[in-house]
Protein backbone atom coordinates (compact mmCIF):
# COMPACT_ATOMS: atom_id res chain seq x y z
CA UNK A 1 0.00 0.00 0.00
CA UNK A 2 2.95 2.29 0.30
CA UNK A 3 2.93 4.87 -2.50
CA UNK A 4 3.88 8.39 -2.53
CA UNK A 5 2.36 12.35 -1.91
CA UNK A 6 2.78 12.85 -5.77
CA UNK A 7 0.94 9.57 -6.99
CA UNK A 8 -1.94 10.94 -4.44
CA UNK A 9 -2.45 14.06 -5.49
CA UNK A 10 -1.98 13.03 -9.72
CA UNK A 11 -4.69 10.24 -8.88
CA UNK A 12 -6.79 13.03 -7.54
CA UNK A 13 -6.20 15.22 -10.33
CA UNK A 14 -7.05 12.39 -12.93
CA UNK A 15 -10.11 11.89 -10.94
CA UNK A 16 -10.91 15.28 -11.16
CA UNK A 17 -10.61 15.56 -15.06
CA UNK A 18 -13.17 12.53 -15.12
CA UNK A 19 -15.59 13.90 -12.92
CA UNK A 20 -15.64 17.07 -14.68
CA UNK A 21 -16.40 15.68 -17.91
CA UNK A 22 -18.88 13.67 -16.47
CA UNK A 23 -21.39 16.59 -16.90
CA UNK A 24 -23.59 15.74 -14.11
CA UNK A 25 -20.94 17.30 -11.00
CA UNK A 26 -20.48 20.52 -9.66
CA UNK A 27 -17.33 19.56 -7.65
CA UNK A 28 -14.64 17.15 -6.11
CA UNK A 29 -13.85 18.20 -2.98
CA UNK A 30 -10.15 16.99 -0.78
CA UNK A 31 -10.52 15.69 2.32
CA UNK A 32 -7.78 14.96 5.44
CA UNK A 33 -4.43 14.95 4.05
CA UNK A 34 -5.57 15.85 0.53
CA UNK A 35 -7.48 18.46 1.52
CA UNK A 36 -6.48 21.41 3.15
CA UNK A 37 -3.52 19.76 5.53
CA UNK A 38 -1.51 18.76 2.50
CA UNK A 39 1.28 19.00 4.64
CA UNK A 40 0.02 16.07 6.44
CA UNK A 41 0.51 13.94 3.01
CA UNK A 42 2.95 10.87 3.45
CA UNK A 43 3.92 7.89 1.35
CA UNK A 44 1.19 5.95 3.70
CA UNK A 45 -1.98 8.09 2.96
CA UNK A 46 -4.62 7.36 1.03
CA UNK A 47 -7.42 9.01 -0.96
CA UNK A 48 -10.29 11.23 0.46
CA UNK A 49 -12.86 12.71 -1.58
CA UNK A 50 -16.06 14.11 -2.09
CA UNK A 51 -18.19 14.38 -5.06
CA UNK A 52 -20.50 17.09 -5.30
CA UNK A 53 -23.42 15.88 -8.05
CA UNK A 54 -25.98 18.31 -9.80
CA UNK A 55 -29.66 18.01 -8.83
CA UNK A 56 -30.73 13.61 -9.78
CA UNK A 57 -26.98 13.04 -10.70
CA UNK A 58 -25.58 11.20 -7.76
CA UNK A 59 -26.74 7.68 -8.54
CA UNK A 60 -23.50 7.30 -11.32
CA UNK A 61 -21.47 8.52 -8.58
CA UNK A 62 -22.25 5.74 -6.73
CA UNK A 63 -21.37 2.86 -8.84
CA UNK A 64 -17.54 2.90 -8.58
CA UNK A 65 -16.75 1.49 -12.05
CA UNK A 66 -16.99 5.90 -13.41
CA UNK A 67 -13.47 5.53 -11.55
CA UNK A 68 -11.74 3.46 -13.98
CA UNK A 69 -11.56 6.07 -16.62
CA UNK A 70 -9.18 7.13 -13.93
CA UNK A 71 -7.05 4.21 -13.26
CA UNK A 72 -7.56 0.17 -13.50
CA UNK A 73 -9.67 -1.02 -10.46
CA UNK A 74 -8.91 -4.08 -8.34
CA UNK A 75 -11.41 -3.93 -5.65
CA UNK A 76 -14.52 -1.65 -5.12
CA UNK A 77 -17.27 -2.31 -1.58
CA UNK A 78 -20.17 -0.18 -1.56
CA UNK A 79 -19.68 0.53 2.31
CA UNK A 80 -22.67 3.29 2.82
CA UNK A 81 -25.24 4.21 0.95
CA UNK A 82 -23.48 7.51 -0.14
CA UNK A 83 -19.86 6.05 -0.94
CA UNK A 84 -17.62 3.59 -1.61
CA UNK A 85 -14.16 2.37 -0.89
CA UNK A 86 -12.22 1.44 -4.09
CA UNK A 87 -8.61 -0.36 -4.35
CA UNK A 88 -6.41 0.43 -8.00
CA UNK A 89 -5.05 -1.56 -9.71
CA UNK A 90 -1.49 -0.23 -8.70
CA UNK A 91 -2.07 -0.32 -4.81
CA UNK A 92 -3.42 2.89 -4.27
CA UNK A 93 -6.28 3.02 -2.05
CA UNK A 94 -9.25 5.40 -1.65
CA UNK A 95 -12.46 6.14 0.12
CA UNK A 96 -15.11 8.38 -1.60
CA UNK A 97 -18.53 9.87 -1.41
CA UNK A 98 -21.31 11.36 -3.48
CA UNK A 99 -23.53 13.79 -2.14
CA UNK A 100 -25.85 16.79 -3.95
CA UNK A 101 -25.38 20.32 -3.80
CA UNK A 102 -28.10 20.58 -1.20
CA UNK A 103 -26.44 18.33 1.40
CA UNK A 104 -23.31 20.77 1.60
CA UNK A 105 -24.91 21.68 5.21
CA UNK A 106 -24.94 19.13 6.79
CA UNK A 107 -21.39 17.44 5.35
CA UNK A 108 -18.13 17.47 7.75
CA UNK A 109 -16.20 19.87 5.21
CA UNK A 110 -14.30 21.62 7.95
CA UNK A 111 -10.65 20.96 6.01
CA UNK A 112 -12.07 20.33 2.41
CA UNK A 113 -10.38 21.36 -0.65
CA UNK A 114 -11.85 22.40 -3.87
CA UNK A 115 -9.88 20.01 -6.36
CA UNK A 116 -12.51 20.93 -9.39
CA UNK A 117 -15.27 23.35 -9.60
CA UNK A 118 -17.75 23.67 -11.86
CA UNK A 119 -18.25 27.70 -12.80
CA UNK A 120 -21.93 27.45 -11.13
CA UNK A 121 -20.45 25.47 -7.80
CA UNK A 122 -21.03 28.49 -4.90
CA UNK A 123 -20.99 26.16 -2.22
CA UNK A 124 -19.12 27.92 0.92
CA UNK A 125 -16.80 25.69 2.66
CA UNK A 126 -15.56 26.74 6.35
CA UNK A 127 -12.14 28.14 6.63
CA UNK A 128 -11.31 26.64 9.80
CA UNK A 129 -9.79 23.58 11.71
CA UNK A 130 -12.31 20.83 12.40
CA UNK A 131 -14.70 21.04 15.00
CA UNK A 132 -13.00 19.73 17.79
CA UNK A 133 -15.07 18.64 21.05
CA UNK A 134 -14.90 21.11 23.79
CA UNK A 135 -14.39 20.96 27.69
CA UNK A 136 -16.64 17.85 28.68
CA UNK A 137 -19.51 18.37 30.98
CA UNK A 138 -19.52 17.04 34.98
CA UNK A 139 -21.78 14.69 33.32
CA UNK A 140 -19.60 13.63 30.53
CA UNK A 141 -16.70 13.37 32.46
CA UNK A 142 -18.82 10.97 35.10
CA UNK A 143 -19.92 9.09 32.16
CA UNK A 144 -16.25 8.55 30.78
CA UNK A 145 -15.12 7.38 34.07
CA UNK A 146 -17.86 5.61 35.09
CA UNK A 147 -17.79 3.56 31.86
CA UNK A 148 -13.85 3.05 31.97
CA UNK A 149 -13.95 1.07 35.42
CA UNK A 150 -17.11 -0.54 34.21
CA UNK A 151 -15.61 -1.73 31.04
CA UNK A 152 -12.60 -2.92 32.82
CA UNK A 153 -14.57 -4.93 35.69
CA UNK A 154 -16.82 -6.67 32.87
CA UNK A 155 -13.89 -7.52 30.53
CA UNK A 156 -11.78 -9.33 33.70
CA UNK A 157 -14.93 -11.31 33.88
CA UNK A 158 -15.38 -12.52 30.13
CA UNK A 159 -11.34 -13.43 30.77
CA UNK A 160 -11.61 -15.59 33.45
CA UNK A 161 -15.07 -17.50 31.68
CA UNK A 162 -12.58 -17.62 28.90
CA UNK A 163 -13.31 -15.23 26.17
CA UNK A 164 -10.55 -13.36 25.77
CA UNK A 165 -11.45 -11.77 22.66
CA UNK A 166 -14.48 -10.13 23.90
CA UNK A 167 -11.88 -9.14 26.66
CA UNK A 168 -9.76 -7.79 24.87
CA UNK A 169 -12.61 -5.14 23.24
CA UNK A 170 -13.56 -4.39 26.46
CA UNK A 171 -10.88 -3.15 28.16
CA UNK A 172 -8.28 -2.44 25.69
CA UNK A 173 -10.74 -1.11 23.39
CA UNK A 174 -13.45 0.14 24.73
CA UNK A 175 -12.00 1.14 28.46
CA UNK A 176 -9.14 2.92 26.67
CA UNK A 177 -11.37 5.08 24.45
CA UNK A 178 -12.57 6.38 27.46
CA UNK A 179 -9.16 7.07 29.10
CA UNK A 180 -8.43 8.69 26.39
CA UNK A 181 -11.23 11.06 25.85
CA UNK A 182 -10.72 11.96 29.95
CA UNK A 183 -7.12 12.40 28.85
CA UNK A 184 -7.94 15.05 26.54
CA UNK A 185 -10.76 16.58 29.30
CA UNK A 186 -7.87 17.31 30.98
CA UNK A 187 -5.50 18.40 28.76
CA UNK A 188 -2.67 16.02 28.39
CA UNK A 189 -4.32 14.77 25.17
CA UNK A 190 -3.39 18.25 23.02
CA UNK A 191 -6.14 18.91 20.46
CA UNK A 192 -3.14 20.46 18.08
CA UNK A 193 -3.45 18.04 15.13
CA UNK A 194 -6.64 16.13 16.34
CA UNK A 195 -8.98 14.31 14.34
CA UNK A 196 -12.17 14.82 15.42
CA UNK A 197 -13.72 12.04 13.99
CA UNK A 198 -11.14 9.53 15.55
CA UNK A 199 -9.47 10.67 18.72
CA UNK A 200 -6.66 7.95 18.54
CA UNK A 201 -5.23 9.37 15.41
CA UNK A 202 -1.56 10.76 15.41
CA UNK A 203 -1.62 10.50 19.25
CA UNK A 204 2.20 9.42 19.44
CA UNK A 205 2.88 12.31 17.86
CA UNK A 206 0.60 14.89 19.65
CA UNK A 207 1.14 13.25 23.42
CA UNK A 208 4.64 11.08 23.77
CA UNK A 209 4.52 10.45 27.50
CA UNK A 210 1.10 9.07 26.91
CA UNK A 211 1.99 6.91 23.63
CA UNK A 212 4.83 5.57 25.95
CA UNK A 213 1.91 3.81 27.97
CA UNK A 214 0.26 2.63 25.65
CA UNK A 215 2.42 -0.92 25.43
CA UNK A 216 1.42 -1.46 28.58
CA UNK A 217 -2.34 -0.93 28.29
CA UNK A 218 -2.53 -2.74 24.97
CA UNK A 219 -0.39 -5.78 25.72
CA UNK A 220 -2.76 -8.22 23.51
CA UNK A 221 -4.66 -10.91 23.25
CA UNK A 222 -3.21 -12.87 26.49
CA UNK A 223 -2.83 -9.59 28.63
CA UNK A 224 -6.08 -8.29 29.51
CA UNK A 225 -5.65 -8.40 33.16
CA UNK A 226 -2.07 -6.57 32.78
CA UNK A 227 -3.37 -3.99 30.75
CA UNK A 228 -6.78 -3.84 33.18
CA UNK A 229 -4.43 -3.13 36.02
CA UNK A 230 -2.67 -0.49 34.53
CA UNK A 231 -5.35 1.39 33.09
CA UNK A 232 -6.83 1.46 36.62
CA UNK A 233 -3.70 2.86 38.08
CA UNK A 234 -4.13 5.28 35.70
CA UNK A 235 -7.19 6.47 36.34
CA UNK A 236 -6.43 6.66 39.87
CA UNK A 237 -3.74 8.56 39.29
CA UNK A 238 -5.67 11.30 37.81
CA UNK A 239 -9.54 10.43 38.72
CA UNK A 240 -11.54 9.89 41.47
CA UNK A 241 -12.05 6.44 41.43
CA UNK A 242 -14.19 5.08 44.15
CA UNK A 243 -12.40 2.47 46.05
CA UNK A 244 -14.65 -0.80 46.20
CA UNK A 245 -14.13 -0.30 41.99
CA UNK A 246 -10.39 0.01 42.52
CA UNK A 247 -10.54 -3.38 44.74
CA UNK A 248 -13.03 -5.21 42.43
CA UNK A 249 -10.96 -4.51 39.73
CA UNK A 250 -8.17 -6.10 41.09
CA UNK A 251 -9.82 -8.43 42.78
CA UNK A 252 -10.79 -9.65 39.00
CA UNK A 253 -7.27 -9.15 37.66
CA UNK A 254 -6.17 -11.48 39.84
CA UNK A 255 -8.77 -14.48 39.58
CA UNK A 256 -8.34 -13.69 36.24
CA UNK A 257 -4.93 -14.51 35.54
CA UNK A 258 -4.90 -17.41 38.40
Not at 10 to 28: C, E, K, P, Y
Not at 67 to 86: M, W
Not at 180 to 190: I, K, N, T
Not at 201 to 221: C, D, K, V
Amino acid sequence: MPTSPHALLSRLNDIAQVVAQTGHALALLGLGSVGRELARLDRWSDLDFFVIARPGQVGPFLDSAWLAQAAPLAYTFRNTPDGAKVLFGDGLYAEYAAFEAARLPELPLAGARVVWAAPDFSGLLPEGEAALAGPITPAQHAHHLGEALTNLLVGLGRYGRGERLSALKFVQDYALGHVLALEAARGALPATGADPFSPERRLEARAPGLAARLPAFTPGYAGTPQAALALLAHLEAHEPVPPALSRAIRAAAQAAGD
